[in-house]
């Protein structure tokens, strides 16, 4: 019976461990969005003050709780991992109760921006995680003592841990959650609004007439009058949408105020975010105007979208006209604007760099990334379909060998 119930405890600690583990490796995988939600949670408890520690404390909490999710998994620690398992989730209850009373438009954040849940399956989940760490932890004297290869296995994960945290915020996430994942597609929002969100391939049959020298094409339901002579027939593809494409909006406005999405939607687009642009050094704007004009060379559309307003935007460019290593001239012919929230959702890197073809988005690289001449050359002249399936896939790979790793580690060793 003692093994019984001693076993039943520590598989509810394996739960909980591994819930813990899961959601914080979710959220360090994306420090600048798990940031923004650290900062709805401080506007949602009127702490707009702290706004500047969003990041430092989205980063800091996501290790915490990733950490303790690997010494609940390897046992180690057991009495303080308990205690400071049931101080977080007394912490994170509350805060699911207050979600509940006051219902603000938000997310709970629990799994980053890979799963999303309403307040009450918050709640929900926080109950059942509290009745698993009560059946697991009670009583703190009945939790035994690890095997000491466990310190190796905790080690050993800890410091890839570290090494994801470290590569999370120098780059952007590996895996993209947001809306604006590779193959999602831009629309101008006039061309969509009324339209279902999505597009499947058909094909159709067109009929080509002709009369006095000029020739016309015809659907099978249109077809003209006896006085055409019919020419031939012809199977094109259309476009038919439906409700399971991801179609997002990126707005591209000009400094009057008028907006110019066509500019994203056509050909090979290169878009430089840059969504705090008061942050970038004159070496940055350097940078990134050097990588436009080299992407406006291999054939790229280049867009700068700066999350500003014109008198902002035109204040910045006046300030970098004394610098001779900068075209500030072509600089001002790409510089559009668009708000922040989209820029910082488009790409987690302050003067990130993201490449659609035809609207769909093929790849995106942070600041510290960034192409060079001869890539983004040959970029222009490749078939878009290679880079996009080489970087989701890597991504997600990379991910999942992450969790496999971790997982073999602290369960086998």
């Not at 466990?150 to 994960?157: L, N, Q």
């Not at 002709?210 to 009058?225: A, C, I, M, S, V």
């Amino acid at each position: 019976m003692n093994i019984i119930l001693e076993r039943s405890k520590r598989f509810c600690g394996y739960l909980v461990g591994i819930a813990f583990f899961v959601s914080g490796i979710f959220k360090l995988i994306d420090p600048v969005g798990t940031g923004l939600i650290v900062d709805e949670y401080y506007r949602f408890m009127h702490l707009d003050f702290l706004s500047f520690s969003s990041k430092a404390v989205a980063v800091a909490l996501s290790l915490a709780e990733t950490f303790l999710g690997a010494a609940l998994i390897t046992g180690l620690w057991r009495k303080i991992t308990a205690l400071a398992m049931l101080a977080f989730m007394a912490f994170f209850t509350l805060i699911s109760i207050a979600l509940l009373v006051f219902n603000p438009v938000m997310d709970c954040g629990c799994f980053g921006e890979v799963i999303h849940l309403t307040h009450w399956q918050t709640f929900i989940k926080n109950i059942v995680i509290d009745v698993l760490c009560c059946v697991s932890f009670f009583p703190l004297s009945a939790l035994g003592r690890p095997r000491r290869r466990k310190y190796v296995a905790f080690s050993m994960v800890g410091t890839a841990v570290l090494l994801l945290a470290v590569y999370s915020l120098l780059y952007i996430p590996p895996v993209d959650f947001t809306d604006y994942s590779s193959s999602a597609r831009l629309e101008a929002s006039e061309r969509h609004i009324s339209r279902s969100l999505s597009a499947q391939d058909e094909y159709e049959a067109v009929f080509i007439y002709e009369k006095n020298g000029r020739q016309q094409e015809f659907g099978l339901d249109d077809l003209p009058d006896s006085t055409w002579t019919y020419v031939s027939t012809e199977t094109v593809k259309k476009t038919r949408f439906r409700n399971d494409e991801s179609i997002v909006s990126l707005p591209v406005i000009d400094e009057s105020g008028e907006y110019h999405d066509g500019l994203a939607v056509h050909g090979k687009v290169m878009v430089v975010s840059v969504y705090s642009p008061g942050k970038l050094s004159v070496r940055k704007w350097r940078i990134l105007a050097g990588y436009l004009r080299s992407a406006s060379e291999a054939g790229f559309r280049p867009l700068l979208l700066a999350a500003a307003s014109p008198e902002a935007g035109n204040s910045i460019l006046d300030d970098l006209s004394g610098e001779k290593e900068i075209d500030v001239d072509f600089l001002r012919s790409v510089f559009y604007y668009s708000d922040y929230k989209t820029l910082i959702t488009l790409n987690r890197s302050n003067g990130g760099a993201t490449y659609f073809s035809e609207g769909f988005l093929v790849r995106k690289w942070a600041f510290r990334a960034l192409p060079n001449h001869d890539r983004i050359m040959e970029l222009g002249t490749e078939d878009p379909t290679e880079p996009l399936l080489s970087y989701s896939t890597v991504g997600n790979l990379s991910l999942q060998a992450f969790l496999l790793y971790a997982f073999a580690v602290m369960l086998l060793l």
